[in-house]
């Protein structure tokens, strides 16, 4: 079983920046991909970025030069940078895990979800 643990969300100013983070346990991290969604308040959950094992990443369209997700497999974590955040970016944010090799932004393809993690940008 993978259990995942996000951390580092809040409340931020308009323009700020947020590192979020996940931790898995339970699984061997480094064969699997990562992925970030996220899910306003009366809208469906939505893609964020994610990566495979080998580092191939690929983030949506809205977060594109604001956001970044890494990995630190020493460290068996993932992140998301979020730079210049905007309203619209308030959400909660799910760290999702894949057994699948190569990177997805199908929420079907996910496996384990964590339970989120809100952040909120005040305008």
């Known amino acids: 079983q993978v259990q995942l643990v996000e951390s580092g969300g809040g409340l931020v100013q308009a323009g700020g920046s947020l590192r979020l983070s996940c931790a898995p346990s339970?699984?061997?991290?480094?064969?699997?991909?990562m992925g970030w969604f996220r899910q306003a308040p009366g809208k469906e959950r939505e893609f964020v970025a994610t990566?495979?094992?080998?580092?191939?990443?690929y983030t949506a369209i809205s977060v594109r030069g604001r956001y970044t997700i890494s990995r630190d497999n020493a460290k068996n974590t993932v992140y998301l940078q979020m730079n210049s955040l905007k309203p619209e970016d308030t959400a909660v944010y799910y760290c999702?895990?894949?057994?699948?090799?190569?990177?997805?932004?199908?929420?079907?393809?996910?496996?384990?979800w964590g339970q989120g993690t809100q952040v909120t940008v005040s305008s």
């Open positions: 990566m495979d094992w080998s580092g191939s990443s």
């Open positions: 999702a895990a894949s057994l699948s090799s190569t990177w997805s932004r199908s929420l079907d393809d996910y496996n384990y």
């Open positions: 339970g699984r061997t991290f480094s064969l699997a991909t």
